[in-house]
């Protein structure tokens, strides 16, 4: 589109319309005349840059849309994971296996420890004892009771331990595997799917569990190997 600027009109105005014309009626009106063709070169100017603007936002918005086109994600069924994990199962076995063997101690010596205390108040209330022997049972029935709340506190505490001991191995391997499928396919994302949370719904394809599983029960039979050929 061919403009003029508001400048080079005024110079050509100047150089081209006589002196006695510019005196005239129609020339008074001349400023508004002006002022109605610089708006038109402004607005002319306005929408040069405003269509370069756009284009160059379209090109943006395409090359955010190719990019957000290759974006790569996959997860993960954090349940499956945790329930097929071979080596992580057999460790969660064993612990809850010590920890129904402590509840099972722990529960027969309270039960002992009830029936004492039963036989001792059965004697007090047929006046078997006298004081100073039940001042004696009371303090050692007493002593009883907190060695064995004692003992209730550091085993729970050992299986505590124990079962952090177990997630944080758990976290490791899971995290080293999926750090290395990461790299090997050029995933940029890994998410965790567990029923319930945020993820409600996903592609099947993008679903990794069984590579994951895989490499995982590997990485477990690798290390329990030697173990087991020395028993044999």
Not at 78 to 89: M, P, V
Not at 206 to 221: A, F, H, P, Q
């Amino acid at each position: 589109m061919f403009w003029i600027s508001p400048v080079s009109l005024t110079i050509l105005f100047l150089i081209f319309v006589p002196h006695h014309f510019r005196k005239s009626k129609i020339m008074k009106s001349l400023p508004w005349i002006l002022c109605a063709i610089l708006a038109l070169a402004v607005g002319n100017l306005y929408f040069k840059v405003y269509d370069k603007s756009s284009g160059s936002a379209d090109t943006t918005s395409s090359a955010n849309s190719n990019e957000a086109g290759s974006l790569r994600l996959v997860y993960v069924n954090a349940d499956s994971i945790l329930e097929n994990f071979t080596q992580f199962r057999k460790e969660k076995d064993a612990l809850d296996r010590k920890q129904l063997d402590i509840d099972n101690k722990l529960g027969t010596r309270g039960r002992a420890l009830e029936n004492e205390v039963a036989s001792i108040q059965q004697k007090i209330q047929g006046g078997l004892l006298t004081p100073k022997e039940i001042q004696e049972q009371e303090q050692r029935l007493g002593a009883r009771q907190q060695s064995l709340v004692a003992e209730r506190d550091k085993l729970a505490k050992e299986i505590m331990d124990e079962g952090n001991a177990i997630n944080d191995r758990l976290q490791k391997d899971l995290m080293g595997t999926l750090e290395q499928i990461k790299k090997e396919k050029g995933y940029q994302y890994i998410l965790s799917y567990v029923k319930g949370g945020q993820i409600l719904i996903g592609n099947p394809a993008d679903d990794i569990t069984n590579e994951v599983l895989k490499r995982l029960n590997s990485k477990g039979s690798s290390n329990t190997a030697p173990a087991d050929t020395a028993k044999k």
